[in-house]
């Protein structure tokens, strides 16, 4: 399958060897009162993403295709987490500290949650995650390796945070990754326009960005095709 409208020139992937990859799209950023709002952001920036991420996961839930979500998220005793990063500035709350969806950034806590809009089916994988990245710490690459998959779409939050840094560990073990561009969002909107361009610099030097229109298209076709 291609998808030809992308940067920074067609995505070629084979759908059953091809994960959808959903980064901690949770309340704790997406929402008033979680960890992106503690750290002083704009929060309602992130939400306009939701229609495009359903209209892909629907997609590929129909297909059968394999997706995946992250939740960035910490042991209720704190573990896991680095006093580097818990300690680090001065926001409202710091992880752990309890907020109006519960313990931040706390495994089981409400502010933890996926959205409802896009949350799990049974059967689908849920990477907990205690880094940015989503094979830090994480037996995401076992679980990649033993279901034969090559190529990764990435949809999620934040674009230069946590997408990104997965990005790049994908890149460096061997995937291919394709970033959608509308189901993807930054508090910062000069930061995602620059990550979308570092993705694609010197001849796609992490990945490829596409709208989802153009890999809804593309699955159409190979639908078509199949018959
Ligand atoms: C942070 C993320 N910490 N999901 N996480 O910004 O991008």
Not at 128 to 138: E, I
Request: proline share 6%; net charge negative; hydrophobic share 45%.
């Amino acid at each position: 399958m291609k998808v030809l409208q992308a940067r920074p020139f067609a995505f070629d992937c084979t759908p059953a060897q091809t994960a959808l990859v959903i980064i901690d799209m949770q309340r704790d950023f997406i929402e008033p009162g979680g960890f992106g709002e503690s750290l002083g952001n704009q929060v309602s920036r992130l939400g306009a993403i939701v229609p495009a991420c359903q209209r892909v996961l629907a997609a590929w839930r129909a297909r059968g295709g394999m997706v995946i979500h992250t939740r960035e998220s910490h042991a209720p005793d704190l573990s896991d987490c680095p006093p580097a990063k818990r300690l680090r500035g001065s926001p409202a709350l710091r992880i752990g500290d309890v907020g109006p969806m519960g313990r931040i950034l706390v495994r089981g806590e409400p502010g933890n949650d996926i959205i409802a809009a896009l949350a799990p089916l049974p059967g689908e994988v849920v990477i907990d995650k205690p880094g940015k990245g989503a094979f830090y710490a994480t037996g995401l690459q076992a679980l990649l390796s033993e279901r034969g998959i090559t190529s990764l779409v990435f949809m999620g939050v934040t674009t230069e945070v946590c997408v990104q840094t997965s990005m790049r560990e994908a890149n460096d073990r061997g995937y291919d990754a394709l970033l959608l561009e509308d189901c993807t969002e930054s508090y910062f909107s000069a930061f995602k326009t620059a990550t979308l361009d570092m993705i694609t610099a010197q001849g796609g030097i992490v990945g490829w960005v596409a709208e989802s229109t153009a890999l809804l298209a593309a699955l159409a076709l190979e639908d078509a095709r199949a018959g």
